[in-house]
């Protein structure tokens, strides 16, 4: 059976770079779900659309031509052909991804892609994976961190990318997405049960990178899966 891997967790937990690291440790095609949302939010602004006419968003998202292309460390995001891996990385993109994506006809279009996408294997990461997309996974893994210490990694990454807001704005923005998050009604952020919980706060992404692989290769059905490299260091 092919192997999939699902992670879920709140903004700032360390989902995106660990799944890109997993994906290339062990040569599996690397899905952002978020980096879908953020086309669509892209898609929304670039076509004027005002985000609370839930109708005229939900026929756009399901209409989209949302690809992924490329490996876990350089994969780029499409809409259609054009790459626009830079352009959903704005503020402005953030913000309206971050409403767009509550809306349930969006998240339907959506897991209905990821499907598609994960359909041979991969590993994917956003809020409602091992719940709703892939609720059969092969791994499902809920990572999470101090609220403050998360804010801090988005921080610093933000700022990394020259913007001016400042940790207070972060960690307010931060608190209010995960507010909608955890309680919009169509796919809210929760842990599955049977979910492999890592609480990162205070450790290395290396760290948390090597208890996830040994969660993965000691577990015996992992030999028995397709499409994955089974000589990982």
Do not use: W
Request: with cysteine; hydrophobic share 35%; proline share 4%.
């Amino acid at each position: 059976m092919p192997l999939i891997i699902a992670i879920d967790g709140p903004s700032g937990s360390g989902k995106s770079t660990l799944g890109r690291m997993l994906a290339s440790a062990l040569k599996l095609l690397y899905i952002d779900t978020g980096s879908m949302y953020r086309a669509v939010a892209l898609a929304v602004i670039e076509g004027g659309i005002d985000p609370n006419n839930q109708n005229a968003v939900i026929e756009l998202a399901e209409n989209l031509d949302v690809n992924l292309e490329g490996d876990p460390e350089s994969l780029r995001t499409l809409l259609g052909k054009r790459d626009v891996s830079e352009l959903i990385r704005s503020e402005r993109v953030t913000e309206m991804a971050s409403v767009v994506s509550t809306i349930p006809g969006v998240r339907r279009a959506m897991v209905a892609r990821q499907r598609e996408l994960g359909s041979r294997g991969g590993v994917l990461n956003g809020r409602d994976i091992t719940t709703v997309v892939f609720p059969d996974a092969n791994y499902k893994f809920f990572l999470d961190a101090d609220p403050r210490e998360r804010a801090q990694r988005r921080y610093l990454e933000d700022r990394q990318n020259h913007s001016i807001t400042t940790f207070d704005e972060t960690l307010a923005d931060m608190t209010e997405r995960d507010r909608r998050d955890t309680t919009r009604q169509d796919s809210p952020l929760k842990i599955a049960d049977d979910a492999i919980v890592i609480d990162s706060t205070g450790k290395s992404i290396r760290q948390v990178f090597e208890e996830m692989m040994s969660r993965i290769k000691t577990n015996p059905g992992f030999e028995r899966c397709e499409g994955a490299n089974h000589e990982v260091d």
